[in-house]
């Protein structure tokens, strides 16, 4: 089971790449996915992300993006609930 957890974890990260490469917010150029946590019911993707400039700036602007990144992940990934997404900037761990 653990693979198949993987195996989705990729999906959504590889989805949710297309998805904010596709937003063209300047506060998110050079902005990087890194990987990706689903928490254990599914209901929470947590994303870590890393960005050459503002961090800061670039959280706020995926949380203030998160609506329209999870249509287009909708789209991109068959899931009979899409989890809620949280953003965390990867140096903070």
Known sequence: MAHAREHLEHRLLLALREEV?????????MVSLL??????????????????FSP?????ALEG???????????RVRLK????????YAGAD
């Not at 490469?21 to 150029?29: I, N, S």
């Not at 800061?56 to 706020?60: I, M, V, W």
């Not at 609930?81 to 965390?88: A, G, I, S």
């Open 21 to 29: 490469k596709a937003l063209e917010d300047p506060r998110l150029f």
């Open 35 to 52: 990987r990706g946590e689903l928490s254990p019911d599914g209901r929470v993707y947590t994303v870590y992300i890393d960005a050459l």
């Open 56 to 60: 800061e700036e670039a959280l706020r």
């Open 65 to 75: 993006a998160s609506e329209r990144i999870l249509g287009g992940l909708a789209r």
């Open 81 to 88: 609930h899409l989890p809620r997404l949280e953003w965390r």
